[in-house]
């Protein structure tokens, strides 16, 4: 694929279906989200609102950290602070379909809703991209940025149209389309971090006190394997618990599972084999997180696995 062509090819589909109207995108931080945020400023300018919703399921620091790297590219973002709305959306569920369309419905119906409302757009911009399609229409997980291709009509049951520049490219294709527009590298090489962020990667019910134990395992997992190269790294917590000794005492603590895979695209996963040493690290810091006894390392590729956990 030609992608300076692909860039000046989706700028002018923009500008022509977008026309003198004002469109509405979200903005996380990842690559995807990121790449049509550039693309979507240089093809409407001022026409373009982007918001970025701190749910409460993010990584820590993330969302004031996003803003703060587009205000240095020229781009505003307006911080929507949704987190009670989030919590309280997931509390008490702990099947991983009802907890994504809790985040899906929550976003759409009620964050998003009145921010597209109050900026008066009528057009959505979307990062999904072809793998995102292809897992939600095969069944194998629901996609939080997927609607028309579930039989959801925006335009009917939202109030505004949906566009998805990058839905013919694969997550390689992505990257090399973010290196040409110029964003940081810590954006373009960013590992992949779902829509539903945190909440897929607490198995069972997703709480401030849960939320609180898996972001700092994913701190530590992030900054022990950043230098691998690996595709993507992650903190899981089960639903289980096991026995375990602290302070000279039983404990019936928590489990965090650590994955670390290699894949091209994500439709394929191979396990990274790491270092014995680096293992013991991670699990020595891991297992110092309160409340925290276990940790375990995910040695399943994909498939048949999928890369997260819900």
């Not at 839905?167 to 527009?181: E, F, I, P």
């Not at 394997?225 to 618990?241: H, I, M, P, S």
């Not at 991670?282 to 956990?309: F, W």
Request: with cysteine; aromatic share 6%.
């Amino acid at each position: 694929m030609n992608y300076k062509r692909f860039i000046s090819e989706q700028i002018e589909a923009l500008k022509r279906d977008v026309g003198d109207a004002i469109a509405i995108n979200a903005l996380s931080g990842g690559v995807d989200s990121s790449v049509v945020t550039v693309l979507a400023h240089k093809a409407l300018g001022t026409r373009l609102k982007t918001i970025l919703v701190d749910n409460a399921i993010m990584r820590e620091g993330e969302p004031d950290r996003v803003v703060k790297v587009f205000k240095g590219m020229g781009i505003p973002v307006e911080l929507i602070d949704a987190r009670k709305q989030f919590l309280r959306a997931l509390q008490g569920l702990t099947d991983p379909e009802e907890k994504r369309r809790a985040i899906t419905e929550t976003f759409y119906r009620d964050v998003f809703a009145k921010a597209v409302k109050r900026s008066k757009a009528t057009f959505l911009l979307h990062g999904t991209i072809l793998t995102d399609i292809e897992e939600t229409v095969a069944g194998i997980k629901r996609q939080h940025n997927i609607l028309a291709q579930i039989g959801i009509d925006p335009q009917k049951t939202y109030g505004y149209k949906v566009l998805e520049p990058l839905a013919t490219l694969r997550k390689d294709g992505v990257r090399r389309v973010a290196s040409l527009l110029g964003l940081p590298e810590n954006i373009t090489s960013r590992i992949p971090f779902p829509g539903p962020a945190l909440a897929t990667r607490i198995v069972g019910e997703v709480t401030q006190t849960r939320l609180d134990t898996v972001r700092k395992a994913t701190a530590i997992v992030e900054e022990e394997l950043k230098e691998t190269g690996a595709f993507q790294y992650l903190a899981v917590l089960l639903n289980d618990c096991a026995t375990g000794i602290r302070h000279g005492r039983r404990e019936f603590g928590q489990i965090i599972v650590v994955r670390c895979i290699d894949s091209v695209d994500a439709r394929k996963a191979t396990v990274r084999e790491l270092p014995w040493k680096t293992l013991n690290r991670i699990t020595r810091r891991i297992t110092a997180i309160p409340g925290v006894n276990r940790c375990l390392y995910d040695l399943t590729p994909k498939p048949p696995a999928t890369v997260e956990y819900i």
